[in-house]
């Protein structure tokens, strides 16, 4: 059954995409830039790139998932959305603030943003990942606290479920660690150490409870298979998640300065991680293999069982690669690092944010799936994303083992300049890669205005 305030996903999941398109293109030029290093320069400097390349990861992310908290929520608490009104106000709000910021990026220099912001009054700005002027992350957290107020007051008058208990826990936890982006000590140690609190404990921690929720919605609704055994392979999954994640924070403490006691439960910890990922793959095979009917929506099938194994593959066996502080000694900081961020960044969360849509926007759309050559060109596209995300991770793999041998491990190391010449191929091959992976999302979004063959409709 669909409930009528579930439409205001719909701009949520739309902007996600258009936001995800930016994100690519940004890629592709920092690509283009690794072997053309003057490409767009002066420009788009090379750094500004990185910073919207990834800047609209994270905002093109947290839009996907504040449209799946409003189309999961009310269909879990069985109940209309608290306040539908609210939520679309803060989706302008939101959408705004971010173009605005990603316009002054691109606009001014960075520097200069910073005073215009108001850096000088609170210092927040210059960190990776976190360069929002002040402005924009004061919006991120009304944005974030109306969010939660909204959903919140969702659960609270109807049903609750562990779903939307675990997705209420991990979109909290995401605006309480944000909150650590406001604190900027002068000491750099110190500084690092409570930036990943942030970083890290999104990614590796309370994100990883909201693609759980997500996934095992999906899965309930795409298999029929009794919501108590999802929800038990949810509860051991979160707990893996929480024990492995918050501790193993500490494989990013290696060599800043924190204490060396750090090297042994980071390494320890962190060895763990992947755990939770082969369950994670487990489960949504286990569950489509005991599915109690065929879902008209193959695509959404389809991604589920990708979120999976890319998951386990980019976040597991990636991370576990270069996690141990011993290896970690030589690869950290290398294009190792690179590979194993674009895996499992689209493993886990790009891939279950297109599970999501994919399920959910026929349904906003009256049906329970797209057409049959809708769902072909999607499926097409499934695999020329996922394909050519292999390949960008085993070029940029190939790329860091030689940086690392001739920068690192050689008995005359190369300067970095030198090396990067060394690896010039992989980047070709990495952006050659990068281009069929833009085909793949055109499809996906060209599959939703596939109008021929036949449609599915929601009774």
């Given amino acids: 059954m669909l409930y009528k305030s579930q439409a205001v996903a719909k701009p949520y999941f739309i902007a996600a995409i258009g936001l995800f398109v930016g994100q ?41 998932f504040m449209g799946a908290g409003y189309y999961l929520i009310p269909e879990e608490a069985e109940t209309e959305l608290f306040s539908p009104k609210l939520a679309i106000i803060m989706f302008w709000i939101f959408l705004v603030a971010g173009a605005l910021t990603i316009v002054g990026y691109l606009a001014v220099p960075y520097a200069t943003l910073a005073q215009m912001t108001g850096n000088d009054i609170l210092a927040t700005m210059g960190r990776e990942f976190l360069e929002q002027p002040l402005p924009t992350k004061v919006g991120i957290v009304i944005v974030a606290l109306a969010f939660l107020f909204n959903i919140s007051l969702t659960v609270l008058k109807g049903r609750k479920t562990s779903i939307s208990l675990v997705l209420l826990l991990g979109l909290w936890g995401l605006a309480i660690f944000f909150l650590f982006s406001f604190y900027n000590p002068s000491n750099l140690v110190l500084d690092k150490y409570f930036w990943w609190w942030t970083v890290h404990l999104w990614v590796e921690g309370v994100w990883e409870l909201i693609l759980g929720a997500m996934l095992a919605f999906v899965l309930i609704k795409i298999t029929g298979v009794d919501r108590e055994v999802i929800e038990k392979w949810l509860y051991v999954i979160i707990a893996m998640t929480l024990i492995t994640g918050i501790i193993g924070t500490g494989h990013h403490y290696f060599w800043i300065g924190a204490p060396e006691y750090w090297q042994w439960f980071g390494s320890v910890f962190s060895a763990l991680e992947p755990i ?60 190792i690092t690179a590979a194993h961020g674009h895996m499992a960044f689209f493993g886990a969360y790009a891939m279950v944010n297109l599970t999501m849509i994919s399920y959910a926007m026929p349904m906003l759309r009256g049906r329970s799936a797209n057409s049959r050559s809708a769902q072909t060109l999607e499926m097409w596209s499934f695999w020329l994303m996922t394909v050519s995300m292999v390949f960008i991770t085993l070029f940029l793999t190939a790329a860091g083992i030689l940086q690392i041998w001739l920068q690192r491990m050689g008995s005359n190391p190369m300067s970095f300049m030198d090396t990067q010449d060394q690896v010039m191929l992989f980047y070709w091959l990495r952006e050659i890669a990068g281009l069929v992976f833009f085909v793949g999302l055109v499809l996906y979004i060209w599959s939703f205005f596939c109008k021929k063959g036949e449609a599915h409709f929601a009774a």
């Fill in 24 to 64: 690519i293109l940004f890629g592709l030029i920092m690509g283009y830039q690794y072997v053309v290093g003057d490409f767009l320069f002066p420009a788009i400097p090379f750094n500004v790139a990185r910073m919207v390349h990834t800047n609209l990861l994270i905002v093109w992310t947290l839009f996907a």
């Fill in 276 to 335: 939770p990922f082969f369950m994670m793959t487990v489960f949504a095979f286990n569950m489509v293999n005991r599915r109690r009917r065929e879902h008209p929506n193959k695509a959404a099938t389809l991604w589920a069982l990708g979120t999976g194994v890319m998951s386990f593959l980019g976040a597991g066996v990636w991370g576990f690669m270069h996690t141990l502080a011993p290896v970690n000694f030589y690869t950290h900081g290398t294009q």
